[in-house]
């Protein structure tokens, strides 16, 4: 037996697939509909660092799906890019002096080179970046499309500001109130901003999920991210003030049990109403406020901070004085602003009302409020004219009173703000406005697209709030495409999000200098069939990506209200790591293995071994260059496949793949053996077909565990065999080619083939040859399992009754006994009542 030759083998069939553009793909019309697939992938930032172990597990499932399908029959389009402006590459840039451009597209080359060693059938013919000027005059063209259906506009804002890295910050990139990229104490800043109108189309948002062949909870997290929820706007008149403070809330009908209001540390009112002597104390608390993230001043376990302004407000159903307070759990993004706190009702309410002492009047039945707020349902009390009234019937009278008394008005209101599209960075697409003195923001004209991103020794970003374009004099300066006086271009740039929102149209038609793309090319491959990609991206690019596509949509420019009709997350790959009982992780180099026991070298105290995120700071970190190096691009798939289901996070486990490997070798080593045409035995002949219809089942579902699973059940019996029967092998080589794609083709030359497998129809299974002869079957007494017999297929219930009592335990336990009834499931039971 010889050692499985991967290296050569992979090499060799990696150059013909490329040589040959084996995986190109056309626009075939011959193709009906239903035998087409749009297969994506979410494509890579491509980092310095290189891909780790993680970033294939999708990529490798995609392949083997599409793989799978185009031997089905199906023209399958598999595209591969990258996404490759943004931060990271900017920050590297400015820590190392050189240019982002050159780092990025040194990435992207070894990004590129790690990809196709794992053998992935891409369409590289259609490979986007997302940095280059010829792909984003196309995200620059639909922004310009954006703009003038009035989506996209200029405020001052106030947004996460890193006096590091010196640019805005999503929420989602600021955690324990530091950059999550730099790790630098992150501010609250008033910045001008450009922002896109994603709230108009909230409803729509929402309204296409349920279109949409995606987890549960994937929809949910969008959902709540959308957050749609109906109340009423209330106006409370404030004190010494011709002012109201306009709250919105979802519960109007507990408004007699508003005893205190609540601003956002931002709000506009809180300079004007703020009391002398309170003065002092607000604005060292709106200091405070303004280095934490949205997300941490709303975390329901933090401790409730907040600060008396002095002023008061008139509560509108009763006339009561309640305090007006500033705190941070208050968003200035969300609703007015502002709230009505409702202490007896709302937990969060009652933790504040009782740190300030505050009052709590209970206007709910049902729980005791001294003790914690009751946020359930119950009848009205303490509320005037509510009285008595279940919830809906109260919230439906005290909007009808608010608006009789124009205090008030039926509201529907989003969590979801607007979203700011914009980063005060040198590595990002210029975003195609002028400003004019005379005629003010003026689109860019389409002829004149692309507006290139300049080239500047210069790129370190300024604390100003202004891009360091800005001080590129022969990129600022530029006439006015209305007037033709002297104007000035935008230099906000865009942010990460824009290229990778609508990256999936320009695969359909990559070199189109006319189009984003061709109406007959989206036509062709529209929606995406399945999208595959981590939960990283669960709400925001997805949400995004969903947006841009509505627009494009009801602008005529594509043909579906959703991109993406199939999501899968698959789950992450994690790796092995050592903790001390304080809960504190040590790298992998600071341990040693002593007798089963894991042991820290500095301290000699025991470590317990737990799953963590793969890191670098962890020395945990496989690189997939090393593994192929040692066991194979095939043998990497196929373990990656093997490690549990696609959508579960798993450990890493390098015993794992060497043991995935072996299996690779005994299939190698079957193989090489003498290719016979004789007949095998019947048995093989139905192990066969039974793997067959197994494994096309479930890489159909995309449960490669399994299908994997049943492949060595068979190569267990196949290496038993001493020939290499060709009526079992070249089926069996069909079927393993989409996992192992160059061990597949190297076999399929060897039993004798000149055209390659990719292509070739995928073996289907004879379904008699899939039942067994015999079945076991289970005997219960009363549904408990007391004995089990082996049957032939097919036995019938009279028969299978006699040979149950005819077992010499059951006659014991049945002895004596009343026989109520017998249950004669075939092939399956026999469940005996007794009394």
Request: charged share 30%; hydrophobic share 35%.
């Amino acid at each position: 037996m010889s050692k499985y030759p991967f290296n050569e083998i992979e090499k060799k069939w990696q150059k013909f697939w490329e040589e040959n553009e084996t995986f190109k793909v056309t626009e075939d019309p011959s193709f009906p509909k239903e035998k087409r697939a749009y297969i994506l992938d979410m494509f890579p930032y491509p980092s310095g660092a290189g891909l780790h172990v993680g970033h294939p597990e999708g990529y490798t499932a995609t392949d083997i799906y599409c793989r799978y399908l185009r031997m089905k029959g199906v023209n399958v389009l598999h595209p591969m890019g990258f996404d490759s402006f943004g931060l990271p590459a900017e920050n590297y840039a400015i820590k190392t002096g050189t240019h982002p451009k050159i780092t990025t597209e040194k990435n992207i080359d070894h990004f590129r080179e790690q990809i196709k060693s794992l053998g992935f059938s891409y369409d590289w013919s259609r490979e986007v970046s997302t940095h280059t000027s010829e792909y984003y005059k196309w995200t620059q063209w639909i922004f310009l499309q954006l703009y003038k259906k009035g989506m996209a506009y200029e405020a001052d804002t106030p947004i996460n500001w890193c006096p590091d890295c010196l640019t805005g910050l999503a929420n989602e990139e600021v955690k324990e109130g530091m950059c999550d990229r730099c790790g630098t104490q992150v501010e609250r800043r008033n910045t001008r901003q450009w922002i896109l109108k994603i709230t108009d189309y909230a409803d729509k948002l929402l309204e296409g999920l349920d279109t949409l062949d995606w987890s549960d909870s994937l929809k949910a997290m969008q959902r709540n991210w959308i957050g749609r929820s109906e109340g009423a706007n209330v106006e409370f008149k404030l004190e010494k003030f011709d002012d109201y403070i306009e709250v919105y809330t979802t519960r109007p009908d507990t408004l007699f049990g508003a005893t205190y209001m609540v601003l956002a540390p931002e709000h506009p009112f809180v300079e004007k109403i703020t009391t002398a002597d309170q003065k002092e104390a607000v604005e060292k608390y709106i200091a405070e406020a303004s280095h934490k993230s949205d997300l941490e001043r709303t975390e329901l376990s933090k401790d409730k901070s907040g600060v008396f302004t002095g002023a008061y407000a008139i509560n509108p159903v009763n006339g009561e004085k309640i305090p007006v307070w500033i705190s941070d759990y208050i968003l200035i993004s969300y609703g007015t602003g502002a709230i009505m706190a409702v202490p007896a009702h709302d937990q969060r309410d009652w933790e504040f009302a009782k740190k300030f002492d505050l009052p709590i009047i209970e206007v709910l039945k049902g729980g005791d409020v001294s003790v914690e707020a009751y946020t359930e349902d119950g009848d009205h009390v303490n509320s005037g004219f509510l009285d008595g009234m279940g919830k809906q019937e109260a919230i439906d009278s005290m909007i009808a009173w608010l608006e009789e008394r124009k205090l008030g008005k039926k509201t529907i209101n989003y969590k979801l703000r607007d979203w700011i599209f914009a980063r005060q960075r040198y590595w990002g697409e210029p975003i195609p406005l002028v400003h004019c003195p005379a005629c003010g923001t003026v689109p860019v004209p389409e002829d004149q697209l692309p507006i290139t991103l300049p080239h500047v020794d210069d790129f370190k970003p300024t604390n100003t709030g202004e891009s360091p374009l800005a001080k590129v004099e022969e990129f600022v300066k530029c006439t006015c495409p209305q007037c033709g006086g002297e104007a000035k271009r935008e230099t906000i740039t865009m942010p990460q999000w824009a290229g990778s929102c609508w990256y999936y149209l320009r695969y359909l038609d990559p070199k189109n200098e006319k189009a984003f793309v061709s109406k007959e090319a989206e036509d062709y491959w529209m929606p995406v069939d399945l999208y595959v990609g981590g939960t990283e991206h669960a709400v925001l690019h997805l949400l995004y990506a969903r947006f841009w596509h509505k627009v494009l949509f009801d602008l005529g420019l594509v043909s579906h209200a959703e991109p993406f009709q199939r999501l899968v997350n698959q789950g992450m790959i994690t790796a092995y790591a050592y903790q001390r009982p304080n809960k504190s992780l040590v790298p992998t180099d600071e341990v040693k293995e002593e007798e089963g026991k894991f042991i820290e070298i500095a301290t000699g105290k025991e470590l317990e071994q737990v799953i963590a995120k793969m890191s670098k700071s962890l020395k945990n970190v496989e690189n997939p260059d090393e593994m192929i190096e040692h066991f194979g691009a095939d043998s990497f798939r196929m373990y990656e496949m093997f490690m549990g289901p696609l959508q579960v996070s798993k450990p890493w486990s390098t015993k794992g793949l060497s043991g995935v490997h072996r299996f690779l070798n005994r299939v190698w080593n079957i193989a090489e053996r003498e290719i016979s045409d004789e007949k095998p035995s019947d048995d093989m002949i139905k192990l066969l077909h039974k793997t067959i219809k197994k494994v096309s089942l479930d890489t159909g579902a995309l449960e490669f565990n399994t299908a994997i699973a049943q492949m060595m059940i068979f190569i267990n019996e196949a290496y038993k065999l001493d020939k290499c029967y060709r009526e079992l092998w070249e089926p069996f080589t069909l079927l393993i080619a989409p996992y192992a794609p160059h061990l597949g083709e190297e076999m399929w030359q060897m039993l004798g083939h000149e055209e390659i497998l990719a292509y070739k129809p995928y073996p289907e299974w004879i379904e008699e040859l899939t039942l067994d002869d015999e079945k076991e079957v289970v005997v219960q007494i009363n549904g408990k399992v007391r004995s089990k017999m082996t049957v032939a297929a097919g036995t019938s219930k009279d028969d299978l009754e006699k040979m149950a009592f005819g077992i010499e335990k059951i006659q014991s336990m049945t002895e004596g006994k009343n026989v109520v009834k017998v249950i004669c499931i075939p092939d399956k039971l026999v469940n005996i009542v007794v009394k």
